[in-house]
């Protein structure tokens, strides 16, 4: 198993950039694919970003591809997302999650979730 903490979030003008964290517990974390969500107030949850477990494969929404970044620091058991030139309808609460085998959009293929962190882009 692994547990999940995200970090980073806040209030950000438009345009601005903002870095969020996911630490994770566990000493296999290396095994596990990771994922960026968000949900709005609202609306569904929606993927973001996810990258494969070893970092060789990344994949973004298409609302945020050339802005959003996701990294991971096996090392450090921690997952980042850059985000640059935010804009207003990033405002949402971000959700960091991780899978042995999931690597894809859909929420439901990841079993462990971290809590969230709020991110509002204000104008």
């Known amino acids: 198993q692994v547990q999940l903490v995200e970090s980073g979030g806040g209030l950000v003008q438009t345009g601005g950039s903002l870095r969020l964290s996911c630490a994770a517990s566990?000493?296999?974390?290396?095994?596990?694919?990771v994922a960026w969500f968000r949900q709005a107030a609202g609306k569904d949850r929606e993927f973001v970003a996810s990258?494969?477990?070893?970092?060789?494969?990344?994949y973004y929404a298409n609302s945020v591809k050339g802005r959003f970044t996701i990294s991971r620091d096996n090392a450090k058991r921690t997952v980042y997302l850059q985000m640059n030139s935010l804009q207003a309808e990033d405002t949402a609460v971000y959700y960091c999650?991780?899978?042995?085998?999931?690597?894809?959009?859909?929420?439901?293929?990841?079993?462990?979730w971290g809590q969230g962190t709020q991110v509002t882009v204000s104008s």
């Open positions: 999650a991780a899978d042995l085998a999931a690597v894809t959009s859909n929420p439901r293929e990841y079993d462990y």
């Open positions: 566990g000493r296999t974390f290396q095994v596990y694919n």
């Open positions: 990258m494969s477990r070893g970092g060789t494969n990344t």
